[in-house]
């Protein structure tokens, strides 16, 4: 009977998400944020009406997981406002919409929190849980028209459906394994930091997006290993037993990929989906250009990123280097660069439309992504 309650909350969310889905979303956009805020309050409620409030010691790992979230979240924090230093920033607007989101929040860690734990004793209600938690904020999320595109909605799969797996996954292990006030508090600073902190960087989706993903998987490992160690006996677990040298390793690395492909820094990176013309620049490799170079730092030679008539971004070597010196004190000395254009003859290029110039080439980064792009029909022939 305690099973078959659970398994009724379960599809009785799943079928609220299909109507949310199909006809709240579409009839009444404005309220529906409201109504799916409400429609959690009342899920927590009925978990908390079936099984009450079940109750389990706080495990003596949480300072170390709570020490590990601050470490994190402290370097996540700098990152994003360093990054904010190029991109800007901007005020938050609070309204009635933030404080509905927060409570769902609050909602949402109840119901897993009473679902979980009230059925201990199964290994199939923490997955079924989760599951059902992705797909009710993924229903939330998701816009109807991405459906139509493959290509939009493959980047929604990136940017936006994977976080959402990766977090969902962190905060059942936290109210399996831990407790429920550090799911709560954590769910809420992770969603809505923007709408609490009073400025904000900046920045676009897909870079937030990105660090989202990051965050949740960097505190997911560190989390996962210090309670596995805890289970396995380990004695005086510190706050080194949830990190390895391997973890810091590969946050360096997708932060520094993460902030080259933004294009937020003055450095930034490529993808060349053709083979360039006259230099050693194949389709699929990555070239790394600084932008905002200045004409008169320059040299034949040199790879540079063109704005062209048609203001597409193209990349071409210099060619022939003219230096025009001046007659008179009024005039000042000018740099007439020349390209070879795609009818391989001399052009003299406008120095005002040079975006950027190479200053490395990552060789055949992209390459294997291309090749399935264009095996599964969506890349150049």
């Not at 209600?125 to 938690?133: Q, S």
């Amino acid at each position: 009977m305690r099973r078959l309650k659970g398994i009724i909350l379960i599809i009785l969310a799943l079928i609220f998400t299909y109507f949310y889905f199909v006809f709240i979303k579409v009839a009444c956009p404005n309220s529906a944020p409201c109504i799916m805020a409400s429609f959690i309050c009342v899920l927590a409620y009925l978990a908390y009406e079936f099984y009450g409030f079940p109750r389990f010691n706080d495990t003596p790992i949480q300072v170390t997981i709570i020490r590990g979230i601050i470490a994190i979240m402290v370097i996540y924090f700098i990152v994003l406002y360093v990054l904010g230093i190029f991109s800007g920033y901007v005020k938050n607007t609070y309204s009635l919409t933030t404080l509905m989101v927060v409570i769902s929040l609050i909602a949402t860690e109840i119901f897993r929190y009473i679902l979980i734990n009230a059925n201990r004793d199964s290994d199939i209600f923490p997955f079924l849980t989760t599951l059902t938690l992705i797909i009710l904020e993924i229903s939330t999320v998701l816009d109807v028209n991405v459906m139509i595109s493959t290509g939009s909605f493959a980047i929604y799969i990136a940017t936006v459906i994977t976080p959402i797996i990766i977090r969902n996954i962190l905060l059942t292990l936290y109210c399996q394994h831990i407790n429920i006030r550090l799911a709560i508090i954590y769910s809420i600073i992770v969603l809505q930091y923007k709408s609490i902190i009073p400025i904000i960087p900046k920045l676009d989706d897909f870079i937030y997006s990105y660090a989202d993903i990051l965050l949740s998987f960097m505190v997911l490992t560190m989390s996962y290993r210090v309670i596995i160690k805890n289970y396995e006996g380990y004695p005086m677990i510190g706050l080194k037993d949830g990190f390895s040298f391997l973890d810091i390793l590969i946050f360096i690395f997708f932060v520094s990929f993460g902030i080259l492909v933004s294009g937020v820094t003055p450095v930034q990176l490529y993808v060349t989906t053709n083979k360039i013309n006259h230099v050693s620049i194949e389709k699929g490799d990555a070239p790394i250009v600084f932008k905002g170079v200045n004409a008169f730092s320059l040299h034949e030679k040199d790879i540079i990123m063109y704005l062209n008539d048609n203001d597409e971004l193209n990349i071409y070597p210099i060619n022939t280097l003219e230096i025009v010196k001046p007659t008179n004190a009024e005039e000042k000395e000018q740099r007439k660069l020349y390209i070879l254009n795609d009818d391989n003859e001399l052009e003299l290029i406008d120095n005002k439309r040079i975006k950027a110039k190479v200053i490395f080439n990552l060789k055949y980064v992209f390459k294997p992504s291309l090749d399935a792009k264009k095996y599964l029909g969506g890349g150049a022939k």
